[in-house]
């Protein structure tokens, strides 16, 4: 089954500065990747998500690569607010028929130090 | 449009009892996922349904079961609580399988002493 690694566990930055959060999966058949902020005492939110077939999507502050060759996936925050502190997932998942599940990462608690 | 809601939001039960958590999915999602999220840990699959069939299933024992109404909510039942049961239960639901556009509802917190 799919497997994946996150990195770092614990993020400290200062506001302004960028982020950057990086993943690694294990299954080539994974075609979708998607990134989910969690707040304390929250479900999963999702904030930024990326098929196989592109390389690099960007929503304002927020972007994410794929190097499906590497099988590596980065989030990238830059101008980091505070309320960009929780605790941020990587997913992975083979989005096609007969596919069913997202394989998270452990996480990485971001905290942003006004 | 109305999210994903969980009932209850917290739960204390005694190990070796029975627990049934509830969810509603989000307007016209007919898929509907359950998550054990343990503390400090990323979510763990547990099964999916679609139109009121379970078509996929994570590393979980038989002892967690479920079901899904016609209306799409969803029932997760876990039976002879153990102590490692203790954990954030997310329901998510969608309009695909593989994790495409979940949305997740806030979860409910069980604990087992």
């Given at each position: 089954g799919e497997n994946v690694e996150q990195h770092p566990s614990t993020l400290s930055v200062q506001e302004g500065d960028s982020a950057v959060i990086k993943c690694t999966y294990s299954?080539?058949?994974?075609?979708y990747f998607p990134w989910y902020k969690q707040e304390l005492g929250k479900g999963p939110q999702l904030i930024i998500d990326i098929r196989s077939n592109v390389g690099e999507k960007k929503d304002q502050r927020i972007a994410v690569t794929l190097n499906k060759t590497a099988k590596h996936f980065s989030l990238h925050i830059t101008e980091t607010q505070p309320e960009d502190s929780a605790v941020y997932f990587c997913a992975a998942s083979y989005s096609g028929a007969g596919s069913y599940q997202l394989t998270f990462g452990k996480g990485t608690k971001l905290s942003v130090i006004p | 449009e109305t999210g994903v809601t969980q009932s209850p939001t917290h739960l204390i039960k005694t190990r070796g009892q029975q627990v049934t958590l509830r969810c509603s999915s989000q307007s016209g999602h007919n898929t509907v996922s359950w998550y054990q999220q343990a503390l400090g840990q990323g979510p763990q699959f547990i099964f999916q349904y679609y139109r009121e069939e379970e078509n996929g299933r994570g590393n979980f024992p038989p002892r967690f079961s479920g079901l899904q109404f016609p209306n799409y909510s969803s029932e997760l039942n876990v039976n002879a609580l153990e102590l490692d049961d203790s954990a954030l239960y997310l329901c998510a639901s969608s309009l695909s399988a593989g994790g495409l556009g979940y949305t997740f509802g806030s979860g409910t917190r069980l604990t087992v002493v």
């Open positions: 299954d080539s058949a994974s075609n | -």
